[in-house]
């Protein structure tokens, strides 16, 4: 590992997918995965979470692998290898780099978000250029370790995800790979490496040989897909699958080169770093990584791979993977091949089996999400012009306004969502709304899967068709359109949930559908809960008058393992309330004995981000809160756990001055 002080002379960058339900680490030098650690700038980032916030991980790292025939020599760069700590500047293994000042950008094809690009092609992209023609890292004096023949390639990568219902599950990859040298590369193969780890770092944290062995692995030939999954290890908690799919290829010749197969793709499998296996060993030489992307386990004559090799790699193990295709027959100077894969992710489905046997039904998620997938690749004929990455839209999301207040939520929207029009169809066919709330207890009752946990309390649709219920939105409609604080959209709507307890997080989102295409054999599509999605906490408003209304705690006393903090794994997750409070105060609790234990400043736009439990059991980018309550987690100024006992707390009102107080009990 080089020296911590050179990690940020380079240009490497990482963001994570936030449309979908995948929170996938990607770098601008081509890499997905951040290794369980968050690499250089996103400490405790997801590497590949799914569902997104549930903590269970797929992924440890990957990276593009080019091999080709240069003059007679074989050459090949990689962008990732068996390592156990992963990429960091200069290592051997992982050749490709950023110039200096490249950046990851981001774009949106929703015309909501403030990233709103015409040449967007999906909710989120990501848009880097990198190259393998540097022998030294740009911008530092740090050699790339052992790499000393460049293939002369620049490679423009694009990563696309989508928060649609049936669309939410991967992310593509697009990666054209471009001749900027001098010479002809013959035979391409082109491939991705990566590392498939499937655990709940919650239960299991990502360290030692003992988390990274319990992987089973598997291919499905039909759909040119790879999968990992928890064979061994948190299996109750873990029943999803990772999955890395070719999609396509096209150089100048078309799809793959003339005369050969354009469903040839190249599956292998490896023990992790290991050199001794005759079959399922780490290629460690040029000429054994360029075999390993020309030739792969089931394409070999005379293997048996569903009855030999399948059954061997669905046993626990630490295994690294390598999908490719080719050999193209060659790129000269300027040309391109274009290369394009899938992550999928997706959830085993429930079968009555305790255990991951790994069948057809427990992959159902996965070859439906594999499908989908390969659909938004192949595109449609448009005009008489192929145009990939086109899906049905469903309506824009309805522009939203969450107001949470005492035992009660109200949700405002817009319009927006009406005047629709479907990428696929060119039709306005807008039809209604639905309103989802998260099961109560979601975050604290073994689960963290909180798009799972969405339950539909409401739907309105359009009164002027024959489809669905005919509701109209009359009961919703308000009489005139308002503005809210501090916004200056117009609201035409507003539901109101009732009977929602204070103080425990109740997910909300609302989501508008479409009409379907029975021309298309399309279903309704709605749009994705998650574009608009909060974490929401009922509770007290602003008090203004605290002089007669008096703030308060709760629970009061407060018991050790309340039920709200869940499967409660460190001190620093506890929670109790202030409530009551003014919108602008400051509050100070003390011990019987006068001592000042803690100082808290609030303001209505508190968001939680002050304490653990939220960090762990929640997401303060998207919480709101009443504005009349404040979380703390009974840690004093010096983060000390308090003892047991009888505390008094003060409130000032920074807005009047005016100041009261109360009283108390911790209980353990």
């Not at 990732?80 to 500047?89: F, H, L, Q």
């Not at 939680?608 to 059991?617: M, V």
Request: include cysteine; glycine fraction near 10%.
């Amino acid at each position: 590992m080089l020296p911590g002080f050179l990690k940020a002379q380079d240009s490497y960058q990482e963001k994570v997918t936030s449309s979908c339900n995948i929170g996938l680490t990607i770098s601008n030098n081509g890499l997905i995965g951040n290794c369980f650690k968050g690499n250089y700038l996103l400490n405790n980032a997801p590497s590949c979470q799914y569902p997104k916030g549930s903590g269970i991980e797929h992924l440890f790292e990957g990276g593009l692998w080019v091999g080709a025939m240069v003059n007679g020599q074989t050459l090949v760069t990689t962008g990732a290898v068996d390592d156990a700590s992963g990429y960091s500047t200069g290592k051997a293994g992982f050749d490709f780099t950023c110039g200096v000042g490249s950046q990851l950008t981001e774009r949106s094809s929703l015309v909501s978000s403030p990233l709103y690009s015409t040449s967007a092609i999906s909710n989120q992209d990501y848009v880097s250029d990198f190259t393998d023609s540097n022998l030294f890292v740009p911008g530092t004096k740090i050699p790339i370790q052992n790499y000393t023949t460049p293939l002369g390639l620049k490679v423009h990568f694009e990563s696309y995800n989508w928060n649609y219902p049936f669309a939410n599950n991967y992310v593509i990859l697009n990666y054209t790979i471009i001749n900027s040298g001098k010479n002809i590369l013959d035979s391409v193969y082109a491939g991705y490496w990566f590392d498939g780890v499937v655990r709940d770092v919650n239960i299991t944290p990502a360290s030692g040989s003992a988390f990274f062995n319990k992987g089973g692995n598997g291919y499905i030939d039909s759909l040119n897909i790879a999968y990992c999954f928890d064979a061994m290890g948190d299996t109750a908690f873990t029943r999803s699958y990772f999955g890395f799919k070719f999609l396509g290829s096209q150089d100048k010749y078309g799809l793959h080169a003339p005369g050969i197969d354009p469903t040839k793709v190249y599956f292998n499998v490896w023990q992790f770093n290991t050199s001794t296996d005759p079959i399922y060993f780490s290629p460690s030489t040029t000429a054994q990584k360029y075999n390993k992307l020309a030739v792969g386990l089931n394409t070999v004559t005379g293997l048996d791979f569903n009855n030999n090799i399948l059954p061997t790699i669905r046993q626990f193990g630490n295994r690294a993977t390598l999908l490719s295709a080719g050999p193209y027959k060659s790129l000269k100077p300027g040309d391109s091949l274009n290369i394009v894969f899938a992550v999928v992710c997706a959830r085993m489905t429930e079968d009555g089996q305790s255990v991951q046997i790994d069948d057809l039904k427990q992959k159902t998620q996965l070859i439906t999400g594999a499908q989908w997938a390969q659909r938004t690749y192949n595109g449609r004929v448009v005009n008489g012009k192929l145009t990939r990455y086109i899906l049905p839209t469903p309506p824009d999301i309805p522009l939203t306004k969450i107001i949470p207040g005492d035992h009660k939520i109200d949700i405002y929207w817009t319009k927006n969502s009406e005047n629709s029009v479907d990428a696929l169809t060119g039709k306005k066919d807008f039809e209604g709304y639905k309103i989802y709330k998260s099961k109560f207890g979601f975050d604290v009752q073994g689960s963290s899967d909180v798009l799972g946990n969405m339950e539909l309390v409401a739907q309105y649709d359009r009164s002027d068709d024959s489809l669905f219920f005919n509701t109209g939105f009359d009961s919703i409609q308000l009489d005139k359109p308002v503005k809210l604080e501090g916004d200056t959209a117009l609201y035409y709507y507003k539901y109101t949930i009732d009977n929602i307890e204070n103080g425990w997080q109740t997910a909300v989102g609302i989501t508008a559908f479409d009409q379907g295409d029975r021309k298309d054999s399309l279903p309704s599509m709605e749009s994705g809960i998650s574009g608009n999605l909060k974490r929401v906490f009922a509770g007290t408003v602003p008090n203004n008058n605290i002089a007669t209304n008096l703030p308060y705690v709760y629970p009061n006393p407060y018991y050790a393992g309340a039920e709200w903090e869940g499967n409660r794994q460190f001190e620093e997750e506890r929670k109790i309330i202030f409530a009551n409070l003014p919108s602008h105060c400051v509050i100070k609790v003390y011990t019987p004995g006068g001592d000042l234990v803690k100082t808290i400043q609030h303001n209505q736009q508190y968001s939680g981000n002050d304490i653990k439990w939220f960090q762990t059991y929640s997401d303060p980018s998207t919480t709101v809160f009443s504005g009349g309550e404040h979380a703390w987690d009974l840690l004093s100024d010096a983060d000390q756990i308090i003892a047991r006992g009888l505390y008094t707390f003060y409130v000032q009102d920074l807005d009047t001055g005016k100041a009261n107080e109360g009283k108390f009990i911790i209980i353990k």
